[in-house]
């Protein structure tokens, strides 16, 4: 699996992403396991014409010690479908550029 991960967090960090994440993320059942949808501006069109698939989310994984993003563009409504798969370079470089606008927010440096 292809991701982005920042590692080498403190328990500080820790704290302070969780409390992030559990407010604006939505949790997925998986303890850990958040969902940051994709804005609709950068879907590809294949996935904007499926709006019954919407919303095309990243799985973000937070552990003590680090933060992993999945390169993997999912839906939430199916366990397969075409729009599924990795993230374009615009997706990557958006998702890229949230998780950093965070750690910056949060100011945390790693």
């Known amino acids: 699996m292809k ?9 500080k960090d820790y704290t302070a992403l969780k409390e992030y994440l559990d407010k604006y993320l939505e949790s ?6 958040y969902w940051l949808e994709l804005d609709r ?12 698939c919407s919303p095309h989310v990243f799985a973000l994984m937070l552990e003590e010690s680090y933060l992993s993003c999945e390169l993997l563009v999912r ?4 366990i397969k479908c075409d729009c599924m798969g990795y993230a374009t370079k615009q997706q990557r470089d958006w998702l ?15």
């Open 41 to 52: 501006d950068i879907l590809t069109p294949e996935q904007a014409e499926h709006t019954d």
């Open 3 to 11: 991701q982005y991960v920042i590692d080498g967090l403190t328990l």
């Open 28 to 33: 997925a059942t998986i303890g850990g396991i």
């Open 96 to 110: 890229v550029d949230w998780a950093d606008a965070v750690l910056e927010k949060l100011s945390i440096s790693v």
């Open 75 to 78: 839906i939430k409504t199916n």
